[in-house]
Every structure is written in structure tokens, then in C-alpha cells.
């Protein structure tokens, strides 16, 4: 089994930036992709960014050119950089890990971003 926990969330003003870890732990598949959703009060889950295990990145329109993913094969980490965040960006942020073209997705408890205007 593989379990992942998110950390770093937090409160911060608009404009300001926070990063997120997540650790993948357990029986980790060398191809594999970790992503991170989001959920607001309210609102569907959505998927903010996903990076594989070969480096390829996607994301949403609403974050491109604010979040960066990346992340360290070595320890098992994935990151999210969120700059500029605005009001709109409050949610939990939940990190995601899969096998390569597996549709089972292994979920964090998520870790609570919220930005004040």
C-alpha cells in the first residue's frame, strides 16, 4: 500500500506565497504520477497540477503562471510552489499519487490553504 501526506498549508495574505510537500510513502512504483486537488466551501474538487515521474507537468488554467509542481523521485516528495495567491485559491489542497495509467488514486487528508484579501 502507498499512503501521502500533505503538509505546509496555512493562512496568508493575497499576493503572498506558501509551498506545499507531500510524502508518498509504502510500495512506490518507479512510473508513477502525484498531482494535487483542491476543494472550496461549496464548490467540486479540481485538479490544480500533476507531475509524472518522468518530469511532465499539467495545469489548470486557473493557477498557470502562479503554482509550480515539482518533485524529488528520490525521497518520494512532490511540491507546490503557489505564488500570487489570491482569495479565490482558499481550499483544501489534497495530494494524489497513482500508478502510470492507473485510475486508482491514493488521496492525502489534505492540508487547509486559506488566503485573505
Known amino acids: 500500500q502507498v499512503q501521502v501526506v500533505e503538509s505546509g498549508g496555512g493562512l496568508v495574505q493575497a499576493g503572498g506565497s506558501l509551498r506545499l510537500s507531500c510524502a508518498a510513502s509504502?510500495?512506490?512504483?518507479?512510473?508513477?504520477?502525484m498531482g494535487w486537488y483542491r476543494q472550496a466551501p461549496g464548490k467540486q474538487r479540481e485538479l490544480v497540477a500533476f507531475i509524472t515521474s518522468g518530469g511532465t507537468t499539467n495545469y489548470a488554467d486557473s493557477v498557470k503562471g502562479r503554482f509550480t509542481i515539482s518533485r524529488d523521485n528520490a525521497r518520494n516528495m512532490v511540491y507546490l510552489q503557489m505564488n500570487s495567491l489570491k482569495p479565490e485559491d482558499t481550499a483544501v489542497y489534497s495530494c494524489t499519487y497513482r500508478r502510470t495509467y492507473s485510475l486508482d488514486y491514493v488521496w492525502g487528508q489534505g492540508t487547509q490553504v486559506t488566503v485573505s484579501s
Open positions: 509504502g510500495r512506490i512504483v518507479s512510473s508513477n504520477v
